[in-house]
């Protein structure tokens, strides 16, 4: 802004100082030439005045110099100012007489000054003399009264000085040029320290909507076109901001989406580096922030999915395809390799989308379901066959030997019951998985429902004979808001599970214990306890540690799997700890409901 005040202020100076000289010059001009034609106009108003005085006198008496011509002499002096020198010639251009001002001697005409004077009938010269003076002469032919040359009349007049005016007029321009380039600069210099505040407030305020500050406005000066100008940079910074605020929140909102998708999602750039990842990527391929801006070839340890980037960028297709990996674990992903074109954008380069979809769980239920439609169909068939065949046996004519006919016919029953117990577990897994069992919470005193249970276990506990044991450590009864059957259905699945696998003269504990918040009931055998390579899978369908033993003792495969899904429906956790050889412990902590 400084620079161009003085700019501004530099060419007004300049142009007025010029104007003032020019002014100066014109002015002195003026008042030379207008003194000039008033000299000339005095001059020829002098020579009028002469001319009466010749009208009587003929060429002979100025010659002679006649009393004529000395009466007429004396007139012509009588007229002349202290300015003024008159000489008169004869028509031959000799001297004859002068009069008037003695530094004016040196202004005499020429030979071409009387030629111009003879052919015009005047002439005018205007010269300078060894002083420096300006003089004017006029030349001029004399007539008598008759009409005839009688000789030349010279008047030579110093023109008025007027160097004095000139050099005032000089010194005024000059004067008013300084005084008034001051006076300009001064109000310049107001002007436009004036205009500057806005101006530099409106720079403050761009060069700070350029970094995205939107907190500075603009404040009024009462400069109408500047306060204009304010008023509209404060609306496009209010509008600015306002959309800055939306497109933060849908970056906000576009990162709060990619961040909690399941599936994992990659952007790989047309130079082959990864410039986005989120979360579910780095879990899914057991990468850290580290990958971004490095080649995915670099990152990846799968060669399928490197291929399936390559090949999209190459052939601008999009790929999906089930790929497994086996590192950092093992597992199986669908991998939909996406190209997303550039469409001749200069801002955007071809870029792929790589979305990663971990369907390990899936392929894992899906084999479950397999697996358990299988085994169930294999228990299912077991009884069945019996059944068949025995009833088979019997319409053969084993049914008139009363002896083996009622063996067979109670190795049926224990089949039918067999298969009646299986059905229903399978029913109820079926209900608990999909959350259709009836929930009706009531006050339940723990150790009684213990009691329950063991009343309708003994009688098989004693054929064995295996010891059961009820151990309150609390030592007062537990009484808590929860659901009776399916705490009655968790304690009986486990106790018969213990007392299928505990040999004979063995022991199964029942403990019961109140905690803060929740009961606790642990249910331990000294049976024949499970392998560790076995313990993660106890809680499968259909898994049995023993496959003898559990067949031989009517269990179908599903009770702790029921007692596990039971369980986690009530909000509560179990979990199991064994020795092989030396017995098994289940511990169940279910929350007392208000």
Do not use: C
């Amino acid at each position: 802004m400084k620079k161009l005040t003085l700019t501004i202020t530099t060419v007004f100076a300049l142009l007025f100082i010029l104007y003032s000289l020019a002014f100066s010059v014109t002015t002195n001009n003026l008042v030379f030439n207008a003194v000039n034609e008033e000299t000339k106009a005095n001059m020829l108003g002098k020579v009028a005045t002469l001319r009466p005085n010749f009208r009587l006198l003929e060429a002979s008496d100025i010659r002679n110099r006649s009393d004529k011509w000395h009466h007429a002499s004396e007139e012509v002096a009588n007229t002349i100012n202290p300015n003024e020198r008159v000489v008169i010639y004869d028509k031959n251009q000799n001297f004859v007489f002068a009069y008037g001002n003695d530094k004016l001697t040196t202004v005499y005409p020429n030979r071409d000054d009387f030629s111009l004077a003879s052919q015009m009938g005047s002439h005018t010269e205007v010269n300078k003399n060894e002083e420096g003076r300006i003089t004017y002469s006029y030349v001029e032919k004399l007539y008598n009264g008759r009409g005839d040359i009688i000789g030349f009349i010279q008047i030579a007049r110093f023109i008025t000085d007027i160097s004095h005016v000139q050099q005032q007029l000089t010194s005024f321009a000059v004067i008013a040029s300084l005084t008034i380039v001051l006076i300009l600069f001064i109000v310049l210099i107001l002007y436009f320290r004036r205009i500057s505040l806005p101006i530099h407030s409106i720079n403050y305020q761009l060069d700070k909507l350029s970094v995205g500050d939107y907190k500075v406005n603009y404040e009024p000066v009462k400069i109408a076109e500047f306060d204009e100008i304010g008023e509209n940079i404060n609306t496009l910074s209010d509008n600015l901001q306002n959309q800055n605020l939306q497109i933060i929140m849908q970056d906000e909102r576009l990162n709060l989406l990619v961040d909690s998708m399941i599936l994992g999602m990659l952007l790989i750039e047309s130079d082959h580096t990864i410039s986005l990842a989120n979360p579910a990527a780095y879990k899914i391929l057991g990468i850290n922030h580290s990958i971004i801006d490095k080649a995915f070839t670099t990152v990846l340890t799968s060669y399928r999915l490197i291929q399936m980037v390559d090949n999209a960028f190459k052939n601008k297709q999009n790929y999906n395809e089930e790929i497994y990996l086996y590192h950092p674990d093992e597992m199986v992903l669908d991998i939909n390799a996406i190209f997303v074109d550039d469409h001749n954008n200069d801002e955007m380069d071809d870029q792929v989308i790589v979305l990663i979809y971990d369907i390990t769980d899936i392929r894992r239920l899906e084999k479950v379901r397999t697996d358990f439609i299988a085994n169930a169909s294999h228990e299912l068939k077991t009884p069945v066959t019996a059944l068949q065949g025995f009833s088979e046996t019997l319409l053969d004519g084993a049914i008139e030997d009363q002896e083996t006919a009622r063996y067979f016919v109670e190795i049926m029953n224990k089949e039918s019951n067999r298969l009646g117990h299986l059905i229903s577990d399978i029913l109820d897994l079926a209900k608990i998985e999909q959350d259709q069992l009836t929930h009706h919470i009531e006050s339940v005193d723990l150790e009684e429902a213990v009691d329950e249970v063991v009343q309708q276990v003994q009688m098989e506990a004693d054929k064995k004979p295996i010891q059961i044991v009820k151990d309150n450590r609390n030592n007062q009864p537990i009484i808590f808001n929860s659901e009776r059957g399916q705490i009655n259905q968790i304690i009986t699945n486990l106790v018969n599970n213990a007392i299928n696998y505990t040999d004979p003269g063995g022991q199964v504990r029942i403990s019961i214990e109140e905690l803060v918040n929740n009961v606790q009931i642990t249910v331990a055998d000294n049976g024949i306890g499970i392998p560790e390579e076995d313990l993660p899978r106890i809680f499968e369908r259909f898994y049995r540690v023993s496959k003898s033993r559990s067949s031989s003792s009517g269990g179908t495969g599903l009770g702790l799997s029921i007692v596990r899904n039971i369980v986690r429906s009530m909000g509560g956790h179990i979990d199991v700890s064994s020795q092989f050889g030396q017995g098994t412990e289940f511990r169940v902590l279910l929350p007392k409901n208000e």
